[in-house]
């Protein structure tokens, strides 16, 4: 399910033709603990909650060169194994979700405050090519649950280090609940 809703929101960011105003404000996902800069106003792709109480929310923001996605997730305790780090998380993630569907050109693993992080550049070919600078982040919180945030920019080749697209990507900061 969370997989589908992000390869939807790849599959808007890629087209990356709708205008949103280029007017940056920071942005937050309802019920998320981070707070992200994102040009014009961010909406909605998709929102859920599973019977398990896993919640996935993605929110896509739009402008004539490029697509920007926020994305959370949150595993409560159990869910997700506590044997299973955020690290190994984040591989699988990669390895088993993102690889699939694109070619990864690079990736680099980091700490970010308490959480474990990965940067990868992937480009989809096809009639678009784009490319997708991606930087995923992953954290157990004080309860155990799995907390997973991803911000993802897509455009053409050549713009995933642009002025906007790092401002975006930046800008990502996890903020007190």
């Known amino acids: 399910m969370r997989r589908t809703a992000l390869i939807a929101a790849w599959v808007a960011l890629l087209a990356f033709g709708a205008q949103a105003e280029e007017r940056w404000t920071y942005f ?3 019920g998320a603990d ?7 106003s961010p ?16 929110y896509l923001s739009e402008t004539e060169e490029r697509g ?17 780090t955020p690290e190994q998380f984040i591989e699988h993630g990669l390895r088993n979700g993102v690889a699939k ?9 980091f700490k970010f405050a308490n959480a474990s992080a990965a940067e990868f550049v992937a480009e989809k070919s096809g009639v678009k090519p784009a ?4 930087r995923m982040y ?11 945030y991803q911000s993802t920019v ?17 800008s990502f900061k996890l903020v007190p609940k």
């Not at 490319?131 to 991606?134: D, H, M, P, R, S």
């Not at 897509?154 to 930046?170: H, I, K, M, V, W």
């Open 68 to 84: 920007y996605v926020s994305d959370y997730a949150f595993f409560p305790r159990g869910v997700i194994p506590d044997t299973v």
């Open 138 to 148: 992953a954290r157990r919180d004080d309860d155990g649950n799995l907390r997973v």
């Open 34 to 40: 981070f707070v992200v800069t994102m040009p014009g």
């Open 101 to 109: 569907d694109l070619k990864i050109l690079s990736e680099r693993k």
């Open 43 to 58: 909406k909605a792709v998709s929102d859920t909650t599973d019977p398990k109480g896993v919640v996935a929310k993605i």
């Open 154 to 170: 897509g455009g053409p080749p050549g713009s995933e280090n642009s002025a906007d697209s790092l401002r975006f990507l930046d």
């Open 28 to 30: 937050s996902i309802p």
């Open 131 to 134: 490319i997708l600078k991606v």
